[in-house]
């Protein structure tokens, strides 16, 4: 069973540049979440989809922007790359089976894109 | 606003000593809480979770943890540590089922090393 997954693992832009990540939940996980995490803290939530639309938001500008497919993958795009964007970017799936291990209100979190910005 | 503490951003045990890593959280309806771990150039995996029912939680590779009302505290324990823990470990809060549209709230993370 394939975990969630995430592309690229690794990226380099420079500053004003545009970024689009990507995310393949869980098999049977129909709602993602992302979260930035910058170095030496813990992960902040910036939203997250559940049938294609943006159900919550943390608190993070518009230059941050998602969209979840039919398949319910999920894009990230971030325009107009500030320094600050440099981070980890970490994508969650939860639901599915009632009868999970863990429930389906479980988050289960891909590897992640590791974003620089020069 | 929920929010998460995690006293020691760093902990050093032994190997085969206690664990202990600190959380207290902020909520103002009941918490579903969760530790997660984080090891180098990897995503988050879960460790356990608390909803509702036993305060006592146990979770993956040995570790549990308890849920304490009256202290706003979830505070992560193994008895025995090895090698293989030494990783960063992230308590997080959520006021409901995470899955059903509302965040995680992570705390700063605390990095555990394991000596031999």
């Known amino acids: 069973d394939a975990g969630v997954t995430q592309s690229p693992t690794h990226l380099i832009k420079t500053r004003g540049q545009q970024v689009t990540l990507r995310c393949s939940p869980k098999?049977?996980?129909?709602?993602v979440s992302w979260y930035q995490q910058a170095l030496g803290q813990g992960p902040q939530f910036i939203f997250q989809?559940?049938?294609?639309?943006?159900?919550q938001r943390g608190n993070f500008p518009d230059r941050f922007s998602g969209h979840q497919f039919p398949n319910y993958s999920s894009e990230l795009n971030v325009n107009a790359l500030l320094l600050g964007d440099s981070a980890l970017y970490l994508c969650?799936?939860?639901?599915?089976?009632?009868?999970?291990?863990?429930?389906?209100?479980?988050?289960?979190f891909g590897p992640g894109t590791r974003l620089t910005v020069l | 606003a929920q929010s998460v503490t995690q006293l020691g951003s760093h902990v050093s045990v032994s190997e085969g000593a206690l664990v202990l890593l600190r959380c207290n959280y902020s909520?103002?309806?009941?918490?579903?809480l969760f530790w997660y771990v984080q090891y180098p150039n990897q995503g988050l995996q879960l460790l356990l979770k608390?909803?509702?029912?036993?305060?006592l939680v146990k979770g993956i590779n040995g570790f549990e943890a308890e849920f304490k009302k009256s202290e706003t505290s979830f505070h992560l324990t193994k008895p025995s540590a090895h090698m293989s823990d030494a990783a960063e470990y992230f308590c997080?809060?959520?006021?409901?089922?995470?899955?059903?549209?509302?965040?995680?709230?992570f705390g700063a993370g605390t990095i555990l090393r394991v000596k031999s």
């Open positions: 909520s103002s309806v009941p918490p579903y």
């Open positions: 989809y559940y049938e294609e639309e943006e159900r």
């Open positions: 608390y909803t509702t029912g036993a305060t």
């Open positions: 969650a799936s939860s639901g599915g089976d009632l009868l999970a291990a863990w429930g389906p209100d479980t988050q289960y």
């Open positions: 997080a809060v959520s006021d409901r089922g995470a899955g059903l549209g509302n965040k995680l709230v």
């Open positions: 098999s049977g996980h129909d709602t």
